[in-house]
């Protein structure tokens, strides 16, 4: 349980209720525990409603411009900007109809699992440095673990609607998810090979820096989408990020022109947003992985967050960094909605061969080539650095402060085995 | 009674409901939902027993992987949707002596142990760390056991790990699959072959 709940603020609340007797009743380290969780939840929650929120308006505004129309204009004065919550409100009115041929229990429960699902992957964003809901070791495989468990959702949803375009919207969606995962997991494991470590917060602090005056690189050449095998696997992984939030062109759930609205079919009022709501939160989280762990997350690249950490501002550099990383993945999120709006859906077949023929293979060759690049440039260059661009000795440093758990950080294997060779 | 113990047996109660669910259920899918209930509540207990790798394994393969191929395997085979599986009267005797027989010899063996044999060795509760790489005591077992199943095990005695058991399973693995593939194959192309035969 430890490793996986809020830490520092645990620390701050266990020392104010040493006293309180409900806290005694129920261990103070557990109650402390307990209200950190509540804080970082709703803090979570936040991040979790709020930019959803903003990219279904984006949605519509960006659809409107590529297809040369304005979208929505007047909601909320100008620009639509209320547009979301303006749909918010006809959505909760309206009737939550469950259909006479529908398991009703399940009916209404799956999209609640698809909500929680994609919420709990939003515990293991790194926001900022440390800033991160729950900085456990398993991070990222955790989160990977938990947005597989959406596909629940969806064939609870179609499977229990009783209806035939809900139960083939729910089974193609299956069959999509389970082949798209695996490419996206190995393409996932490629920056975690070379950082040694599967916590994104760590992954990230890796791929940050400052400017060295010696050496006149940018530090955002530290970032992987600059090394040569992780740059390739960023374009894979997003592509089977793309499928796995089932957009469009690999949108086959849900198929208006074939299926109605696939496993959506049936559904109706606030059920209806649900599913939504968790789509784009899913959106975001899958992004927020891509900036993570190619893209250097918060770091911005010159050396800022950096330096204003280094000379104390330490909550204005997180700060800064936690709009960077929120910046970056809005990017992605927004060349999700281009591609959507660009590229014409392709065909259930077309999107097993694209994934089976092309995407395992090409995430498989991509992880044997990270695994053995460090390898080739230690024997031949005697430089056992991943990264041209080590500018700072970030990794250098970090590694160095690693020290203290007796087993070298910055891929143990890799060194143990180059040692073994000479 | 401390808050870890109350979810402790809250989930230790959802994971037995879910299992006695999956045997009491007569539609497929809301066994299938229970199904998926029981074994999240397992993956819970992992957590809160500080084994954190194992948890997220849980989730990853059984919640994820297994049950959705369970969906598959179950849900399109049935002649129609909300297929009711009735047992007859027999089978449940039969059932429910088996698993009377079972119990008992979980609880024979719960007696037998010397529960607290192992309290000195248990990773101590309530290290909470601000950063990552914590110790395995504290929780944070990702390590030792990557460096464990890659060879290295530098606090045992030879230091050596478990790289060759796991080698064997993963070929077991590429085998069974394999195999699997090659026998599915087979079918289609006999009935293929017996199909353009008659026709």
Same mark, same amino acid.
């Given at each position: 349980m430890e490793p996986l709940l809020a830490a520092s603020l645990t620390d701050t609340f266990a020392g104010h209720l040493a006293d309180c007797p409900v806290a005694e009743w129920l261990g103070v380290n557990f109650a402390a525990a307990l209200l950190a969780a509540i804080v970082h939840v709703a803090l979570l929650g936040a991040f979790f409603g709020v930019p959803a929120g903003i990219f279904i308006w984006l949605e519509r505004k960006v659809s409107g411009r590529i297809q040369d129309r304005l979208g929505p204009t007047r909601t909320g004065g100008r620009f639509g900007w209320l547009q979301s919550l303006a749909d918010g409100i006809k959505l909760l009115q309206k009737e939550d109809l469950t259909p006479k041929d529908a398991d009703g229990f399940l009916f209404r429960l799956a999209p609640y699992v698809v909500v929680v699902a994609s919420f709990a992957a939003f515990l293991f964003l790194p926001f900022s440095d440390g800033w991160i809901g729950s900085n456990a070791d398993v991070g990222l495989f955790l989160m990977l673990a938990m947005l597989s468990l959406e596909v629940i959702g969806v064939i609870l949803a179609g499977y229990c609607s009783g209806s035939k375009w809900a139960l083939f919207g729910a089974m193609r969606e299956a069959a999509q998810m389970i082949s798209y995962e695996i490419p996206m997991a190995i393409c996932a494991l490629i920056p975690i090979v070379m950082a040694g470590t599967l916590n994104l917060n760590e992954v990230v602090r890796l791929q940050s820096g400052a400017w060295n005056p010696e050496m006149p690189l940018p530090p955002f050449l530290n970032w992987n989408i600059f090394h040569p095998v992780a740059g390739v696997a960023f374009f894979v992984y997003f592509t089977c990020a793309t499928a796995s939030c089932k957009r469009a062109p690999f949108d086959l759930a849900e198929a208006e022109s074939e299926l109605v609205a696939g496993f959506l079919t049936e559904y109706s009022g606030f059920r209806w947003s649900l599913f939504? =709501?968790?789509? +784009?939160? @899913?959106m975001f989280a899958v992004s927020g992985i891509a900036a993570a762990l190619f893209l250097g997350g918060w770091d911005d690249g010159f050396g800022i967050v950096h330096g =204003?950490? *280094? @000379?104390? +501002?330490?909550?204005?550099?997180?700060t800064l960094g936690m709009g960077i990383f929120c910046l970056k993945a809005s990017k992605l999120v927004f060349l999700q909605i281009w591609v959507r709006w660009t590229l014409p859906r392709i065909r259930?077949? *077309?999107v097993m061969t694209t994934c089976l023929k092309y995407l395992i293979p090409m995430a498989c060759t991509l992880f =044997?080539?990270?695994v053995l690049y460090p390898l080739i440039l230690a024997t031949a260059g005697q430089r056992p650095q991943i990264l041209p661009g080590d500018s700072s000795g970030e990794r250098g440093v970090s590694s160095a402060a690693a020290s203290a758990d007796d087993v070298p950080r910055n891929t143990p294997v890799t060194t143990v085995m180059v040692e073994g060779m000479e | 009674m401390t808050g870890e113990q109350i979810l402790f047996g809250l989930f230790a109660l959802l994971a037995c409901g879910g299992a006695i669910s999956v045997v009491l259920c007569q539609s497929v899918v809301r066994m299938a939902f229970s199904l998926i209930v029981s074994l999240a509540s397992v993956s819970a207990l992992f957590f809160l027993l500080n084994a954190d790798f194992v948890g997220a394994t849980q989730l990853m393969v059984y919640v994820g992987g297994t049950l959705v191929l369970l969906i598959f395997g179950v849900m399109l085979t049935a002649s129609s949707p909300f297929v009711r599986i009735r047992t007859s009267p027999a089978e449940g005797f039969l059932a429910g002596g088996i698993g009377i027989l079972f119990l008992a010899l979980v609880a024979f063996t719960i007696g037998a142990v010397d529960w607290d044999a192992t309290t000195a060795k248990l990773p101590a509760p309530a290290t909470v760390a601000t950063a990552g790489h914590n110790s395995a005591?504290? /929780?944070? !077992?990702?390590?030792?056991?990557?460096l464990a199943l890659a060879g290295l095990r530098p606090d045992a005695p030879? /230091?050596?790990?478990y790289l060759l058991p796991f080698e064997i399973v993963s070929m077991h693995l590429l085998v069974v699959l394999v195999g699997a593939a090659?026998?599915?194959? !087979?079918k289609r192309n006999a009935r293929s072959a017996a199909q353009s035969r008659a026709g």
């Open positions: 939504f =709501l968790a789509e +784009y939160a @899913s =204003l950490k *280094q @000379s104390g +501002y330490e909550f204005i550099g997180n259930i077949d *077309q =044997l080539a990270a | 005591e504290s /929780g944070n !077992t990702m390590r030792p056991l990557a030879g /230091g050596s790990g090659y026998i599915a194959r !087979t």
